[in-house]
């Protein structure tokens, strides 16, 4: 009975307030399954691409999502500027759920980059259609636009133009949202495959207007690369160093394989900059817990008196 009772909640909320099932959507009480039937048959989209994100179905997912991105930008190109308004916030939160589905299945699938091509295929005809329909804004001859379009405005030549209004707005959000795709993009796909599938797929088109979209990419693998080499570096410098304590305390007849003290039986941290007392018999210490006379090894002072070590530090 309650069960049903939900269920017909939902269905009256297909019906009736289709902006309001999301809400209800999220409630894991709310049988998934049914609840995704039931907001296919009334086209309650929005929800049905957030349940089949729920239910593990990715790529159905995101197949949803880039189809309401696709909706709200035919909006974009409406001419009434408060309906432009209205879709463009519809347009930022699919969006961003459409990012969550590529990384959710970025964490699952690992390396599937089929996902994040699909949504930088939408971007990239997107932004193409804008090129086209509004190239005073963002055409081939505004070539430092994308650069500029984070800030609002346009330079071109010795001007600057301002992006005002809705379709300034759009222009705006669109490019924000390459940033975004081309920042994380990046961390889950090979550039290499990224450039075989750039030029694969839409290497017949005028690429000039994407060019900063590529150019965020670039920037950002390079960025990555130099970072990864920089670490690996100071990984290397840090081994190195452990290398050269451990053949010192191998010398000095430590144990590194059991390198606890020798008093409280706690594990010295070698590598952390830990401090410690060893003696030539081998034993370790940490110097709070030796005695008053820290220049005598105590196990060996009170277990073996023919070999009282003196204390190296």
């Given at each position: ?10 269905r009256?909320?297909?019906q009736?307030?289709k ?58 190109f ?12 519809e ?6 759920q ?6 959710k ?10 996902l ?7 971007l ?51 490019y ?92 010295v ?11 030539p018999?081998?034993?370790i210490?940490?110097?709070?817990c ?16 023919s ?7």
């Amino acid at each position: 009975m309650y069960r049903d009772l939900l269920l017909l909640n939902i269905r009256l909320l297909c019906q009736y307030r289709k902006d309001e099932v999301i809400k209800y959507a999220k409630k894991k009480y709310y049988p998934l399954q049914d609840c995704l039937e039931i907001c296919k048959k009334y086209h309650a989209d929005f929800a049905a691409a957030y349940l089949l994100q729920r239910s593990g179905a990715y790529a159905d997912s995101i197949h949803a999502y880039i189809g309401l991105l696709e909706s709200a930008a035919d909006k974009f190109f409406a001419g009434d500027k408060d309906r432009i308004t209205a879709s463009l916030d519809e347009y930022r939160t699919t969006y961003a759920q459409a990012l969550k589905v590529c990384l959710k299945n970025a964490v699952v699938a690992g390396k599937d980059r089929e996902l994040w091509f699909l949504l930088l295929d939408h971007l990239y005809e997107l932004w193409k259609r804008l090129c086209r329909i509004h190239p005073e804004t963002v055409g081939e001859k505004n070539a430092e636009t994308a650069a500029m379009m984070a800030g609002g405005r346009v330079r071109h030549g010795q001007r600057t133009l301002l992006a005002a209004g809705p379709v300034g707005a759009v222009v705006k959000s669109v490019y924000e949202c390459i940033q975004t795709l081309s920042s994380t993009l990046m961390q889950y796909v090979s550039f290499d495959d990224l450039i075989l599938h750039i030029i694969s797929r839409h290497g017949e088109l005028e690429m000039e207007n994407f060019k900063a979209m590529l150019g965020a990419m670039v920037a950002s693998y390079l960025y990555q690369q130099k970072i990864f080499d920089l670490a690996r570096l100071i990984l290397s410098k840090s081994l190195k160093d452990q290398l050269h304590l451990l053949v010192a305390l191998t010398h000095k007849g430590v144990s590194v394989d059991t390198c606890v003290c020798t008093k409280c039986g706690q594990r010295v941290n070698l590598g952390e900059g830990e401090e410690f007392m060893t003696f030539p018999c081998g034993h370790i210490y940490h110097p709070l817990c030796l005695r008053a006379a820290p220049k005598v090894c105590e196990f060996c002072f009170f277990h073996n008196p023919s070999n009282r070590s003196i204390a190296q530090t």
